[in-house]
């Protein structure tokens, strides 16, 4: 996997998390234990930082940037990021479900639980508040999100930490 410096900057990846061969971190990023970055993923501190929580998720080619030190990219705990979304110098929360084809621009803040719907946009300095449905282009909100839902996001969260818990062992075993 490339695991690249940038400058004096070098990731720092928890021994318990996986990041794919076909997966590229570079900079001042840090990844939690238990987080998983998938094939074709990009992560990219090259200007400011990047932080990926514990048991987080980050799909096959999804982007994920921080261009500017007033807006570091700081994703929470056990939230997953869906194929192909691309996030710009946002704070994410924990227990956040973002799917797939969103963009997330500078300064964006989304609260604890919030769920993105597919192909929605959000635009800069947006603030989207904790456990609500939000979608479109721009992502407005349309529903909070139940007590189900959301324990319905933490066991997916946990299935996906253990398939790729199943993967690190079968890559080790061969």
């Keep these: 996997m490339p695991v690249l410096p940038f400058g004096d900057k070098r990731p720092k990846i928890?021994?318990?998390?996986?990041v794919s061969p076909q997966a590229t971190v570079m900079g001042n990023v840090e990844i939690g234990p238990g987080a998983s970055v998938w094939p074709g993923a990009v992560v990219r501190a090259d200007q400011a930082s990047v932080r990926i929580g514990e048991n987080t998720c980050i799909q096959d080619s999804v982007v994920i940037?921080?261009?500017?030190?007033?807006?570091?990219?700081?994703?929470?705990?056990?939230?997953?990021?869906?194929?192909?979304?691309?996030?710009?110098?946002?704070?994410v929360g924990d227990n956040v479900n973002i799917g797939e084809g969103c963009v997330i621009f500078d300064g964006a803040t989304l609260g604890e639980g919030v769920s993105l719907a597919?192909?929605?946009?959000?635009?800069?300095?947006?603030?989207?508040?904790?456990?609500?449905?939000?979608s479109g282009a721009?992502?407005?909100?349309?529903?909070?999100?139940?007590?189900?839902?959301?324990?319905?996001?933490?066991?997916?969260?946990?299935?996906?930490?253990?398939?790729?818990?199943?993967?690190?062992?079968?890559?080790?075993s061969i």
């Design 14 to 18: 928890d021994p318990q998390a996986y």
């Design 65 to 91: 940037h921080a261009h500017s030190e007033e807006n570091p990219t700081i994703i929470g705990n056990n939230t997953i990021i869906s194929t192909a979304s691309a996030i710009h110098g946002v704070y």
């Design 118 to 134: 597919p192909g929605s946009i959000v635009p800069p300095n947006i603030v989207i508040p904790p456990r609500t449905l939000n």
């Design 138 to 172: 721009p992502a407005a909100q349309i529903r909070e999100i139940s007590r189900e839902e959301i324990e319905q996001h933490t066991i997916r969260t946990e299935t996906i930490t253990q398939v790729f818990l199943k993967l690190r062992r079968w890559q080790q």
